[in-house]
């Protein structure tokens, strides 16, 4: 049997006829590849959020431990939020020998526990895919993707290589996916799910057959991509499932106004106001649980977030600008680290504002914030800043600089998903493996 790009898997679903489109295969690519009221306890939630091109780490790493470290200046945007968060500093991303691919490996290293062995290529899922497999099948999005740079493929969530979760990139799409004719009140004295569920909820077992069929007719690798790519499509199928059923109901929830159809881009203005709008229909996603995941992208990992008056972007700037002799740094360019800093602060606000039972949002969520680097004129993968928001439902104590001394980044992720409550004792490969979490965290 030959396939090709236009070969979908067909079968019948209740009577219709229902298909299934396929994966770009190997064997279709030539030889290079060219071609709460019920007593249910209140949702914990996780996510990430992502500024690109790092700091000056002798200006945002505090000499002091604890909860009685210091401001330094480049940490003065997240005063205002201090007794929320958790500071992390020099936490390393260890290479095992591999070459450093800039914006890429610190990223993937901390998210996936591997440093990557190519460029742009990654084995193993981020650990917001972890956690959502593990607490993301019982709403309707089992994570929400979404960044303020106006680009859709700013996303640093992905299962593989090829199987990456594309970002929204406009507040008023992002809210029309949210509260558009799909959602249901979860507050609303009656429910009426949409029939056409009903229809496409089961269209990947109506194509069962074809799809044993393609399986035994590819190869080991095509076979292991369709087996990720079918586990995708069942979890879609999932999702589908909840919207027959009735939400349960969610004090928290109030629908938001519909945004206004603003401009997107990455002028750091335009991002700043899209960033705040989107974080604003996130919070009311999580507090109508529509999510309990959910990955934030502020600037994209070599940052090309611009200024009006200038055509250098954030990025240019680490590379291009001089260090100031007087000041010890590159002023320019640091600038848009503070300002990005400014935003994870908003953040943080916007979820802490949301009431939720006795607490608030953000009391039930644990939101980690990172870099890829940390001096980005280098390419540091050596320290990159870490910080943590919330209280993950209680289990997590807040305000506490921890400092890793060197120590691998995985301790981080492990503590994460452990907290989130995953079955794991260990985390990461080669020299990152680590079986230690970061006992001072836990409440």
């Not at 790009?5 to 079968?11: K, N, T």
């Not at 009311?284 to 995941?293: R, S």
Request: hydrophobic share 40%.
């Amino acid at each position: 049997m030959t396939l090709t790009r236009r070969r979908v898997l067909r079968g019948i679903s209740r009577g219709i006829g229902a298909s299934v489109a396929m994966p770009l295969l190997d064997c279709m690519l030539n030889a290079n590849g060219t071609a709460l009221a019920s007593g249910a306890p209140i949702p914990l939630r996780f996510g990430t959020w992502f500024w690109g091109c790092g700091m000056n780490p002798e200006r945002w790493n505090p000499k002091a431990t604890g909860a009685g470290y210091e401001i330094t200046p480049e940490l003065k945007p997240v005063e205002r939020v201090r007794p929320q968060i958790n500071v992390l500093s020099k936490f390393n991303v260890l290479l095992d020998g591999k070459s450093n691919f800039v914006h890429y490996s610190g990223n993937l290293g901390l998210r996936t526990g591997q440093a990557p062995a190519q460029a742009e290529q990654n084995e193993l899922p981020t650990l917001d895919i972890l956690i959502a497999d593990a607490i993301g099948t019982s709403t309707r999005f089992r994570s929400l993707e979404l960044t303020a740079t106006g680009n859709p493929r700013h996303s640093y969530s992905r299962r593989s290589t090829s199987l990456v979760n594309p970002s929204e990139p406009s507040p008023l799409a992002f809210y029309t996916r949210l509260f558009g004719p799909d959602f249901q009140d979860p507050n609303a004295a009656d429910f009426k799910p949409d029939p056409g569920v009903i229809v496409r909820r089961s269209v990947l077992s109506s194509v069962s057959e074809d799809r044993a069929r393609v399986m035994n007719q590819v190869g080991a690798a095509d076979r292991s991509r369709l087996d990720e790519y079918f586990t995708s499509v069942r979890q879609l199928e999932q999702q589908l499932e909840l919207q027959l059923q009735k939400p349960p109901p969610a004090e928290a929830c109030k629908i938001p106004e519909k945004p206004a159809d603003g401009p997107i881009g990455q002028d750091i203005a335009v991002s700043l106001t899209n960033h705040k709008v989107m974080v604003e229909l996130l919070a009311m996603a999580l507090a109508c649980n529509q999510t309990k995941v959910f990955n934030m992208v502020f600037s994209d990992s070599a940052s090309s977030l611009t200024r009006a008056g200038t055509d250098m972007t954030h990025h240019s700037l680490t590379h291009e600008e001089l260090i100031d002799p007087q000041l010890g740094y590159q002023p320019k360019a640091t600038e848009f680290h503070m300002q990005a800093l400014g935003a994870w602060a908003t953040f943080v606000e916007v979820l802490a504002a949301v009431r939720e039972g006795d607490g608030t949002l953000l009391d039930n969520c644990l939101v980690m914030a990172h870099s890829d680097t940390s001096f980005a004129k280098m390419h540091d993968v050596l320290g990159i800043p870490v910080m943590l928001a919330g209280k993950a439902g209680g289990r997590v104590k807040t305000g506490l600089h921890i400092a890793g001394n060197g120590e691998p980044i995985t301790r981080i992720g492990l503590t994460l998903q452990q907290v989130m409550g995953l079955p794991v004792d260990r985390w990461g490969t080669g020299a990152m493996q680590t079986a230690k979490p970061l006992s001072e965290l836990l409440a």
